[in-house]
Nanobody, 129 residues
């Protein structure tokens, strides 16, 4: 059973940067597309932020973070990264990585839990001065 563990969340000032990591175990990560998902405080809805296909040559990033967030992967290290630059207070959320053995898709918020069967426990990102 694939297990995912996120790390790298922190409190950061607006305009700052963070790099989140998603480490996989219990399975071969290179067989899975990975998506970064976030849930803002007080909101039930998830937002698909950025996803990457199994070989890393194709990505899809939400308009809300395009040009600021970049997803990448190192299959040799079984790790996927989310580089977040120019952070804004509205980026404050719990960030999850999730996996599925199909192509990368951001899908719709209501379908994320159905499309991606494997989830990590999340890491908190807070953007505040």
């Amino acid at each position: 059973q694939l297990q995912l563990v996120e790390s790298g969340g922190a409190l950061v000032q607006p305009g700052g940067s963070l790099r989140l990591s998603c480490a996989a175990s219990g399975g071969t990560m290179e067989h899975y597309a990975i998506v970064w998902i976030r849930q803002a405080p007080g909101k039930e809805e998830y937002e698909g932020v950025s996803c990457i296909n199994v070989l890393g040559q194709s990505t899809n990033t939400a308009d809300s973070v395009k040009d600021r967030f970049t997803v990448s992967r190192d299959n040799a290290k079984s790790t996927v990264y989310l580089q977040m630059n120019s952070l804004k207070p509205e980026d404050t959320a719990t960030y999850y990585c999730a996996a599925r053995a199909l192509s990368c898709t951001l899908t719709t918020p209501s379908r994320l839990q159905f499309e991606y069967p494997y989830w990590g426990q999340g890491t908190q990102v807070t953007v505040s001065s």
